[in-house]
DNA sequence: GATGAATGAGCATTCATTCAT
DNA sequence: CATGAATGAATGCTCATTCAT
């Protein structure tokens, strides 16, 4: 009599298996260099497993990268529209990017740091909705706050890059281990720098 | 076995054009996947002529790498001391970086946006005596700002993150031709932006 | 970087046919100048089927080595100790070494005549502890007919090199085909040999 | 005023170096293995200057192999000519043998232990000959002992296979490092070795 | 679903050799 | 005589992918 232990379907299992020891194999030696066989190897699935699963090594890293994004761009938009004021929207910003960094790290890895052209190709149409999605949404909030006048008026391609051009920048650095930084401490100052830059001055 | 036939026409600029083509390739394609055939291709050159010069794929770049980024450090030094005083100091790096980036558009893209951890280890001693001449003069600098009350105190990483990572976010995007905009105006507003993040305030 | 077309016929064979393939090519040009190419022509498998089973060409040379070697010594022991006395013993050795020559002609070219240093690195663990199995038990038996006093005493090292060296100078050449001349004339002759070398003589 | 030191041609110097730099890579790594650069590095010569002197990796080879053959050859009649009588004779040419190589370590090896098909080829025309001279007059020296009823008639193979056979194994594994043995004490019991199986033997 | 042997185009690199200076 | 840049055929090996079991 066997046991009422409910066994899982394997299938679930081996993807993920599969999608992470990838993610840890293109985050360490990059995209272009990891073979299909460091992924074997790091997650057990034989080459047949893999191809049945993904059929190629550019739909495994387009459904890492898709995954990843979503999860970004949906924590994002959260935490901009709870958002209560201008000020606090823009400092959000800051804290969203590096605390999802901080505890996303392979994924930002993935997502920030290797941007292999087969891979965004290979997700370009899913891309290209999410991506539509996510900047009308942050362009109706900015909009809204420039026209309330808290915000000061910059081409929106300023903006995204004020504000999360510091972190990005921080993040490269921190993730690949050359900067020892306190992450608390970045959001509140990295904010306060995007807010300092951005926020509608009325005296000189 | 046999050799070759016939002694191509002896250029002086062999190691210059094999360095150029390959910077065309390493930066439309990708590092990874340009092969030794295409740098051939691109410069005219042969197997045996380059690998005379350079000795293997990695040192191509490696110089590449290093003759770009002394190239953006001398600039940039050159720049930031003979600015006048804190403010024109900081607009500088600003306008330095993205004014850097427009006129080297291809050393830029191989080095912002490329960083094969191959070639960066190729190029790993001469690149840690680089950057520490470099970052210990730009630190300089700075303190001297801070001491002098015209900057305020911040986490020396954050110093350099607020001011670059604006102009880096910019680059990339511009220089991935996801991005159209006036390099003046982006100079001037970055500028702008991070001159407001680092200034010391003294009233609220 | 696209991949192959028809899996071909899946021989239960193939290893077996890439080490004949192999034996012959190393036999007939010599290892350093066999290509993977002449193995692959010789056995009718493709690059990724040899890389497959064997990983290098050294590989392939170093199975062949210690299978061969393995081979010459099983028999070799046999032969020996089913020996009745010292002096079938002796002469056995002479017949026994003759014999597999000329049953394992293209083996015996490859473990006498050529010793790619390396191969015999890539073999280097297995062969030490074969080596000394044999040489230990090769040692006792002599040492038996020593203190027997059917053997005069002389340092190990050179009892070996007696009877073996005619035997093996005799094969190189034969081998070769240098030389012409009937094995079994060789055998009873150079036994003949040994044993007179080997012998105790009691008068003068 | 220069002094009067006798300037020598360079040129001899450089083939030297030449040769004996060859000679190392040879013996060290294999004739195959080792490339013209490996012999530019040990010799300070250039490729210039290599092929002006040599044409080709193979007439290096060849140059060496005769000369040390022809070494060897030179002395090895010498010795035999002058042997009183068929037991010093036997007896010496062991004796030559090995000295020879225990002097001539790194052309012993060159000449015993590699033998690439390539070089004998290169130096066929000049080997024939000398071959030739050699071998006649080390058969006539037989006939003569064999007639007086010194020696024992055998075919005249086997004769020259049990007199080097030892000598030749025992060097080949002194040369690789393999034994560590007395050579005088080698010289002594494998010439007692090679005239006990020579000898005519009277009685049974 | 899983497995792993088989495939072969493609790649980085080596190396003997030539020849203009 | 010497030098070393240039040549390009050849080589060992990799790797994404297929498919029979």
Redesign the pocket.
Known sequence: MKPATITA???PD?RRAILEAALQCFVRRGYA?????DVLRGSG?????V???FG???RIAAELYVEALRDYQHGFLAALEQARDAESGVRGMSVYHLGWVRDHADQARFLFQERPPEVEQAAAAELREMNRHFFRRVQDWLDVQVEAGAIRPLPRELFHVIVIGPCQELSRHWLAGRMRIDIKLAQRELGEAAWAALRRRSGP
């Open positions: 379907p394997r299938s081996r260099v990891t073979t299909i066989d699935a034989s080459v047949g497993s191809y049945h699963h190629s090594k550019e």
